[in-house]
């Protein structure tokens, strides 16, 4: 996997006008819940292979897993409204949640994460990671956040698909 | 502020069930464990032992074997194969070779048991099958391999009339654009047209290739070039087979050959093509137990014959990575063949669960699959083990 791929995978997984949607905080509470998610990403980047091992699980096999599961996450955020914007503790708390959890470290975003890692190693994911998430802290006008997630929902299904080969016809 | 609390915490129950949802819901059905076991040379080593002990223990005097046990009921089901026979001799002389004790001997029968058999056909000669009207090609691709394989180990040329014999024979089977006729027509004396097998290609590919090895320059090349390049570039499609066929005799076709040319692109191209189709059914066979929840999730586990041709598989393209480099990934092919062989030796009964049978000699050093075993069983498995011994010793 080259960088240039693991870069769009984060984003589409992100799904940054999508995850700005759902966040009424100002900006630099998202961009601090930003931060602290693409701390629990690199973690989780460092131990993947460690991580996979202890599962049994080989590079592969966890990508047919996160072809899977983006396929449906993709198809999930193409057909469904953008999500209203929910309540969150108040002032920087609010970095903690909602925006780190339970909006931005998502399960799936924690599936690429260890699978990227394995597959193009933490830099890739680290630098990845930083650009999907920080988009989530730039302001979006409204009018674009439907377009902009219909093409993150799309991006992501077609790198389902490619993530699901690739791991299929793997030796 | 009731409202505002309840809205925090109920984001919150939310994101933890889909947490948990999502990550019970993975591990149960997509990414469940692949137990591929850690396995020791020396371990796989005793593995491939006591199937030879299998082997000696279970051939009668004149050198045929039990061909189908069912082990519950101690019952010989009866039946036999030639190709198999072939196959499971030239297994035998790869134990030999790595110096597995009565190996030699055991295959030697296994070849008189060949040689009395021989009949004249193509120019050459074949193995026949008596009774029948026409002759699968099989038999004869791998005894010439075992013979090349004898002779690599003993040094002997005994066989060596035999060898060419069996080459013209199967050279006389391939058509102009490689493709193998599957059987031979003992009263035309000719190939039976239009009629091709899934793995006689493949075979015929392999010890045409190995006999360019054992007398270059006698003509045996160019004809194994020509059905590598149907195996590589025709055949799936002229034969209508789909899914394209897991054909680990191409695998150990394109080893052989690599031993004595370097591969052209086309031919690295079907090794890498062969491993993506060797590799997924090696991963999801280790995710599949005798447990209720997996018989339902993966299905039932494979046949010992199954996994260890995968095994064989596996080696080949490994063997191809050390004589050509890491070609299109293919050194992942250690991996996956670290990984069968340590699914057959976790699946082979060993002498002590072999107690609990009727017979245990007859149960001994075998796999089973419903509690029944065929030939093929062993001459697959065994094979798989003593390849990977090379990949296991060079600590790849």
């Known amino acids: 996997m080259s960088v240039w791929l693991a870069i769009v995978l984060l984003i589409a997984v992100v799904n940054p006008a999508r995850r700005r949607a759902e966040l009424a905080n100002g900006t630099p509470v998202i961009a601090a819940g930003a931060v602290l998610t693409l701390g629990a990403v690199a ?78 190693g933490l830099g890739a994911l680290t630098v990845a990671a930083a650009i999907g998430l920080g988009l989530v802290a730039v302001p979006t006008a409204q009018r674009w956040a439907r377009p902009l997630n219909v093409v993150a929902a799309t991006a992501l299904i077609v790198l389902a698909v490619d993530r699901l080969i690739d791991g299929v016809f793997a030796l | 502020m009731n409202q505002y609390r309840s809205t925090i915490r109920g984001r919150i129950r939310l994101g933890a069930i889909t947490w948990v949802a999502f990550l019970v819901g993975l591990r149960l059905l997509i990414l469940q464990p692949e137990r591929c076991g850690t396995v020791t040379a020396q371990e796989v080593r005793a593995a491939a032992l006591a199937t030879v002990g299998w082997l000696t223990v279970n051939q009668a005097d004149d050198g045929e074997w039990l061909y ?26 790869q134990a030999a070779a790595e110096g597995l004790a009565d190996a030699l001997a055991t295959a030697d029968r296994g070849s008189s048991w060949l040689s009395e058999r021989l009949v004249e056909a193509g120019g050459g000669v074949t193995v026949d099958e008596p009774g029948a009207s026409t002759v699968p090609v099989g038999a004869s691709a791998l005894w010439a391999v075992a013979l090349a394989e004898r002779r690599f180990l003993t040094g002997e040329d005994d066989f060596d009339d035999v060898l060419r014999g069996l080459g013209t024979f199967l050279a006389s089977q391939v058509e102009d654009n490689g493709a193998v006729a599957e059987r031979w027509d003992r009263r035309d004396d000719a190939p039976v047209a239009g009629r091709y097998s899934v793995f006689y290609t493949g075979e015929a590919y392999f010890a045409l290739a190995r006999l360019e090895r054992v007398f270059p320059g006698e003509g045996f090349g160019p004809v194994a070039d020509r059905v590598g ?8 499609d002229a034969e209508d087979r789909f899914p394209p066929v897991s054909d680990h005799w191409a695998a150990y076709g ?23 189709i060797f590799g997924p059914q090696i991963r999801y066979a280790s995710q599949r137990t005798e447990s209720w929840f997996t018989h339902r999730t993966r299905g039932r586990q494979t046949l010992g014959a199954g996994l260890g041709t995968l095994g064989e598989g596996t080696t080949s393209l490994w063997t191809i990575t050390q004589l050509e480099g890491d070609v299109g990934g293919l050194e992942a092919a250690a991996e996956r063949s670290h990984c069968v062989a340590g699914l057959l030796v976790e699946r082979q009964i060993d002498a002590v669960e072999a107690r609990e049978f009727q017979d245990p000699e007859r149960v001994a050093g075998a796999w089973f699959q419903f509690g029944v075993t065929q030939m093929d069983d062993q001459q697959h498995t065994l094979s798989a083990l003593l390849r990977t011994l090379p990949i296991l010793e060079a600590g790849t």
């Open chain 1, 43 to 120: 973690l989780l980047g460092w131990w993947g292979n460690g991580l996979i091992d202890a599962l049994d699980i080989s590079a592969p096999t966890l990508r047919v897993g996160v072809g899977l599961v983006l396929a449906v996450g993709g198809l999930v955020d193409l057909v469904r409204p953008l999500p209203g914007r929910g309540e969150g503790v108040a002032g920087m708390g609010g970095a903690v949640i909602p925006v780190f959890f339970p909006v931005l470290f998502r399960p799936e975003l924690a599936l690429v994460a260890v699978s990227v890692s394995v597959d193009a």
């Open chain 2, 68 to 93: 189908r046990y069912d082990a519950p009921a101690g019952e010989d089901l009866g039946g036999y194969n030639i190709t198999r026979h072939a196959g499971l001799t030239l297994s035998l002389y």
């Open chain 2, 229 to 236: 390049h149907y195996l590589a570039t025709e055949r799936d």
């Open chain 2, 254 to 276: 394109l080893a052989e050959t690599a031993s004595w040319r370097g591969l052209s692109a086309t031919e690295q191209e079907y090794a890498v093509r062969l491993g993506e």
